[in-house]
């Protein structure tokens, strides 16, 4: 009976098995028409190795190690048949097997390179972004263990525009590292399974920031070289040995299709028999590997490369003796079809190619972009060839928020419009900040897709401070689950007013120095009072008003004041993001509260109401007759026209400022008594506030000096004290006190000794 | 009843044939693309014979027919290479075949010789037979001695196929300690792929001579004459290159 559901369970395995290997379909050759453009070999560049490429948009970056010293990119338009002179990036120096270079293209079409330095044992990264010129260069690792020897590193950018770089040691796993800050730092490499490696680990960049990763590794219990693959779960990269047999399967890269797939092609070691070829596994989500034999017995060399268009086309190329010698073959597979076009080969009329690496680009046509290494008798050289296909009609959209405008104001709600819509969208989805995926979506997973339409802000991005810059990700599909990749569009949502309000007392000492002139003081207003005071307060019907609006990322475009929001003046336009002056109150201001509303508006549109009350105070304080309180002076013994003020048992009473009765004190020198200190025109008062808020306190460092002119002299020296209420009136009763120098000595500071 | 336990039988006896068959059949697949249609490749012709007219002493003489022929031989590399991208020289059909590199079994362009004999032959003559599919690189070693082959001494003969641009295309070579000087070299021509030639290497006291096919297209005096040394076949770790009928004879 055991041995009966064994081989039930041997059959259900089997069942399994051909599930997993679907029925070889028909070739779609309709109208996808693969060639080659041209081939050429770049100039003034030898003893290369391991060449890579990347595209994005209609750019094409090509990077070497050359001549044994340096890594180098070249950089060209898409459809361009030639090369200008390369850009050294770095030291790359020694045996070119050993300080190879990569390049990738980041989704915003910035270009990433990698190379190693086999003397220095280092891995380096720069950066170029759209348009831009090339960073600075950065470390990514350095080697330091004895059995560390960093080799075949490649680098990939995640489409959350991470790059990521992966590398291996000799007879170790493979290692991949990441970083978040433009290269700056680096995430402490990360081991990759327990097998060790053999020639380069590949990554795959996928949709809403997913990596994968293919490698070939030697497997022991069966004494041969098979394929792993796998996707980053967020700690790890998850692999599995997707090699169809227990035989030797080698050099693998890998792609994601425009439905998500992974897909990853490699090639036999066999130069006959049923398991020589090109094969592609593909897997979706968690389902089983699905494996294809896609090309006939030949002999292979080098890696079989995968890459996935914009538009969806798949296209693979790889290198193979099949009769005529070694030939570069590629084939594509077109968004709709379910398979590859017949092979076509560029003939090798400047020698055997091997090595090759290639990525795409759409633009016209959907090319593909081969670099591998030319040998011509003496030295190998980069040999570039370029094929192209029909491009591909992908499904997309591109997103536009708010018309292109760079800053929204606060809505709830922002327009969406699309521009370059490919294919006919039936459906959208959308996240903010990341890609949507079947998990995670702003949108509620997929909704009917509009041309333009309105779609609400999280409340997330309207909680955010003012100024935020955001990315939408949206992507669309066909009612048939055609998928296009997302795509984003980014606007900085000003989610309020960002500006500094001073608004209150007209007399602050305060006040901005600069005025903007374009407001005239009420004649009506009096005179006398001293220049500072509570901010809350005004002894004329007249308020001080300034705004400082520089953080506000749309910038500040008026203010208007009234009383309410109904009696808002005509607004002011506000001149280099600031406004400072003195305005008189709009209306009637009654003595007592009066309320004051500031409205300020920026350019985004978004409005903000300021409310203030200020109280109109016309009415002096009254310093108690009776007990006035006493005013001592003391002169500092170090410098002694500096004095300390003591006051006690001070009595004040003031119709609107409460406590105490008084905001401070005004306070005049004079060096001979004066009869009538309030009625003398000769004392200067000036202001100070008044510490803490008993009627004992103390005020240090008063300056005996202060309102008078002259060279100072030793003797008696007269202080007068009158106190000022929160708009600014004095007392008319005033304290008064002397203090006697006998020298004049100043203030010293002792400044550190400079010598030569 | 008994054809239904027959018929029980039977799919039992299949599901076990089918569950006991190797992994690697039931992945068997047709390939979905079929390659361009091509001329027939030229068949590799019977092997030459060694001329005649190499006469002398017998110390060695090679011609591949058993597989455990190259324990005789040493293969070594020119440059550092990982264990992995190590030559791999292999005897098949009755040939010594370069096979590319370890591992994966791709194509390298380091330099790489298999070697064989002994240290103290000093005058002689070694010939070899080859045919190049697509590697491009063919030549002889002689009077060599050393442990590092990156630091070795010996003389050397490589010529390029016709079809490679880089010139000379024949090079006739000292490499002392690994450092390497020219003695003869020609721009041209070199040799034609897909056929056999015959090679000699000859080195008696301080006179070198090269013959392709019987001709002397190299001839040099070395004033300071590496003394003795083992003898081997040099090329490139790119594959597709076949040697046979090796010899070397003592004047």
Not at chain 1, 209 to 219: D, E, L, Q, R
Not at chain 1, 341 to 367: C, E, K, W
Request: hydrophobic share 40%; charged share 15%.
């Amino acid at each position: 009976m055991r041995r009966i559901l064994a081989i039930v369970g041997g059959l259900a395995s089997l069942t399994l098995l051909a599930t997993s290997l679907p029925l070889v379909p028909a070739l779609a050759q309709g109208g996808a028409n693969p060639r080659l453009i041209f081939q050429t070999t770049l100039p003034n560049a030898r003893q290369i190795k391991y060449p890579d490429v990347a595209a994005a948009g209609n750019q094409v970056y090509l990077s070497a190690n050359i001549n044994r010293a340096d890594a180098v990119v070249w950089q060209k338009n898409d459809s361009a048949q030639s090369f200008p002179v390369p850009t050294t990036l770095g030291a790359a120096p020694g045996q070119p097997d050993f300080s190879s270079t990569s390049v990738a293209t980041g989704p915003d079409g910035s270009a990433h390179v990698m190379w190693m330095n086999q003397d220095q044992r280092r891995v380096y990264y720069r950066k170029k972004p759209v348009n831009g010129t090339w960073g600075p260069q950065r470390l990514v690792y350095q080697a330091t263990r004895s059995t560390e020897f960093p080799v075949n590193g490649m680098i990939e950018v995640a489409s959350d525009g991470v790059p990521w770089i992966t590398w291996r040691d000799p007879d170790f796993p493979a290692k991949v590292t990441r970083s978040s800050d433009e290269g700056q730092t680096w995430t402490s490499p990360v081991t990759i399974g327990t097998n060790a490696v053999i020639n380069y680990p590949m990554l795959a960049a996928g949709p809403g920031g997913a990596m994968a990763i293919a490698f070939t590794a030697g497997v022991r219990s069966i004494d041969k070289l098979q394929v792993f693959a796998g996707a980053w779960n967020g700690s790890i990269f998850v692999t599995q040995n997707i090699s169809p047999a227990p035989d030797d399967f080698a050099d693998p890269t890998a792609t994601y299709s425009a439905d998500g797939a992974l897909l990853v092609s490699y090639r036999s070691e066999a130069t006959s028999g049923p398991l020589s070829g090109a094969w592609l596994s593909s897997r979706t989500g968690n389902d089983p590997w699905q494996t294809n034999r896609i090309g006939g017995p030949a002999e292979y060399k080098g890696t079989v490369n995968i890459d996935t268009d914009t538009a969806g086309t798949v296209h693979m190329q790889w290198n193979a003796n099949a009769g005529a010698g070694f030939r570069v073959y590629y084939t594509v597979r077109p968004r709709t079809a379910t398979a590859f076009t017949t092979p076509v080969d560029a003939p090798n009329d400047a020698g055997v190619i091997f090595n090759s690496r290639m990525d795409t680009s759409v633009s016209d046509l959907a090319y593909a972009h081969v670099a591998g290494e030319l040998f011509a008798g003496d030295s190998s050289f980069v040999r570039y060839l370029l094929f192209a296909a029909t491009a591909g009609v992908a499904v997309g959209a591109q997103p536009v928020i708010e018309n292109g405008e760079a800053i929204s104001e606060r809505e709830p709600t922002v327009t969406l419009s699309f521009t370059n819509v490919q294919g006919t969208p039936t459906q959208i989805r959308w996240r903010w900040g990341a890609e949507p995926t079947d998990a995670a979506t702003d949108s509620n997973g997929w909704v009917a897709f509009a041309n333009p339409m309105n779609i609400p802000l999280p409340a997330s991005i309207l909680e955010n401070a003012p100024c935020s810059a955001e990315r939408l990700f949206t992507q669309v599909r066909e009612a048939d689950n055609d998928t296009g990749v997302a795509q984003s569009d980014d606007i900085i949502i000003d989610t309020g007013i960002n500006a500094a309000l001073a608004v209150g007392n007209p007399n602050l000492s305060s006040k901005a120095r600069e005025f903007t002139p374009i407001q005239s003081v009420p004649a009506d207003v009096s005179s006398g009072g001293a220049s500072d005071g509570d901010p809350g307060y005004t002894r004329d019907p007249i308020y001080y008003l300034g705004l400082q609006g520089t953080g506000d990322c749309s910038g500040v475009k008026d203010v208007s004041v009234g009383r309410n929001t109904t009696s808002v003046n005509k607004a002011i336009l506000v001149s280099k993001e600031a406004f400072a002056n003195v305005l008189p109150y709009p209306g009637a201001m009654i003595p007592g509260p009066n309320q004051l509303l500031v409205r300020v508006s920026d350019l985004a549109g978004n409005v903000t109401d300021y409310t203030q009350t200020i109280i109109l105070d016309q009415v002096k304080p009254v310093l108690s007759a009776m007990s006035p309180g006493t005013l001592v002076v003391t002169s500092d013994a170090k410098a002694t026209i500096l004095a300390r003020l003591a006051f006690s048992g001070v009595s004040v009473t003031d119709d609107r400022y409460p406590g105490r009765g008084y905001w401070g004190v005004w306070v005049a020198n004079s060096r001979t008594e004066v009869a009538n200190p309030t009625t003398d025109s000769s004392l200067v008062w000036l202001p100070l506030k008044a510490p803490a808020t008993g009627n004992d306190f103390s005020i240090s460092n008063w300056s005996l000096a202060s309102g008078l002119s002259g060279a100072l002299q030793p003797g008696t020296y007269h202080v007068y004290v009158r106190f000022l209420d929160g708009a600014g009136n004095p007392t008319d009763g005033f304290l008064k006190a002397t203090v006697t120098l006998s020298q004049i000595t100043r203030p010293q500071v002792s400044l550190p000794v400079v010598r030569r | 009843m008994l054809g239904g336990i027959a018929a029980l039988l039977a799919a039992v006896a299949l599901g076990l044939a089918l569950w006991q068959a190797p992994r690697g059949v039931a992945q068997e697949q047709q390939p979905i693309l079929e390659y361009p249609e091509y001329p027939p490749t030229p068949t590799i012709g019977a092997n030459p014979q060694p001329e005649a007219s190499l006469q002398g002493t017998p110390l060695l003489s090679a011609s591949f027919d058993d597989p455990a022929a190259l324990t005789a031989w040493e293969v070594v590399d020119f440059d550092f290479v990982l264990d992995e991208s190590r030559a791999v020289w292999g005897v098949a059909e009755g040939r010594l075949a370069q096979q590319n590199t370890a591992a994966a079994g791709n194509p390298s362009i380091q330099e790489t010789a298999a070697l064989t004999g002994a240290a103290d032959w000093a005058d002689y003559t070694a010939q070899v037979s080859f045919y190049d599919l697509d590697n491009g690189t063919a030549g002889l070693v002689a009077r060599y001695t050393g442990a590092d082959p990156r630091t070795a001494s010996y003389y050397r003969y490589r010529i390029l196929k016709n079809e490679y641009e880089a010139t000379p295309k024949q090079v006739l070579e000292k490499v002392q300690g690994g450092v390497a000087t020219t003695l003869v070299e020609q721009k041209g021509p070199g040799f034609t792929p897909r056929a056999w030639h015959v090679l000699a290497l000859r080195v008696v006291g301080n006179q070198l001579t090269v013959t392709l096919d019987g001709a002397v297209v190299a001839e040099a005096e070395d004033a300071t004459p590496l003394a003795a040394g083992r003898a081997g076949i040099y090329t490139r770790a790119m594959g597709g290159i076949l040697f046979d009928d090796f010899s070397v004879v003592a004047p």
